[in-house]
């Protein structure tokens, strides 16, 4: 029970927090973030909002005035995102983006090697990836609630594995890679329409920064 008033208290933060902030930029945003952001919390959004990316992205949350000094920097990357991958969908988040391609973008149905769609489009990430060395990016694979969850789970896994492998190939160091695949588990849209398991068909980016950019940042809030 006590571990569960503080989930509650840490969503309802968050929640006043997100609706408060509506006059902030992004940038400002990350920075407040982190006055009530961390690891669980980030969970606890995750779990909530069926959210995994969102979830992550805030656990990883610095905050103050070094997370928008953070933030600044992925309003950039962000940007250039947009306008390189339009078949993309780009969402910045507190000190973080979110980018999201539906599985069919990359994907035959039901498969888990990449078609040649998925290459140009992936090409024109890693243009922007290595630009902006001083990131991490995890990389998430979920898939609809059609067929077993332990096969979805699987699907999803090969799928995460497919993308690291081909991003690690074509000059994004393995280091700043990670993968995680959801299988069914976090439906973001309806699974009872087909457009909803569509658009649950899908392989998110979670781009943050790593310790060199916090570091930089930290002494750029300092100055």
């Given amino acids: ?33 982190g ?7 980030g969970a606890v959004i995750g779990k909530v909002t069926g959210n995994t990316a969102l ?10 005035a070094t997370g928008a000094v953070i933030g600044h920097k992925m309003d950039k990357q962000a940007e250039d995102i947009k306008k390189s991958v339009p078949d993309a969908k780009v969402e910045r988040v507190g000190e973080g983006i979110v980018v999201e391609f539906s599985s069919n973008v990359l994907f035959g149905f039901d498969k888990s ?3 040649t769609e998925a290459k140009v489009n992936l090409n024109k990430l890693v243009t922007i990836l290595n630009s902006y060395s001083e ?3 995890e990389i998430q694979g979920h898939t609809d609630s059609k067929g077993s969850e332990s096969y979805n789970q699987k699907l999803s896994e090969r799928r995460a594995t497919a993308v690291s492998d081909y991003l690690s190939a074509n000059g994004i160091k393995s280091g700043r890679l990670k993968i995680k695949g959801f ?10 329409t087909s457009n909803g398991q569509s658009q649950n068909r899908r392989v998110e ?7 060199k950019m916090k570091a930089e ?3 750029e809030a300092g100055k």
């Fill in 1 to 33: 029970m006590k571990n569960f008033r503080k989930s509650m208290i840490m969503v309802a933060c968050a929640a006043l927090l997100f609706s408060g902030c509506s006059s902030l930029n992004k940038t400002q945003k990350g920075g407040a973030i």
């Fill in 35 to 41: 006055a009530v952001a961390g690891g669980a919390m």
């Fill in 55 to 64: 979830g992550a992205i805030v656990g990883a949350t610095v905050g103050g």
């Fill in 113 to 115: 090697s990449l078609s």
């Fill in 135 to 137: 990131t991490d990016i």
């Fill in 183 to 192: 299988g069914e588990s976090v439906p973001k849209y309806d699974n009872n």
């Fill in 205 to 211: 980016f979670l781009i943050s920064a790593n310790e």
């Fill in 217 to 219: 940042a930290q002494n």
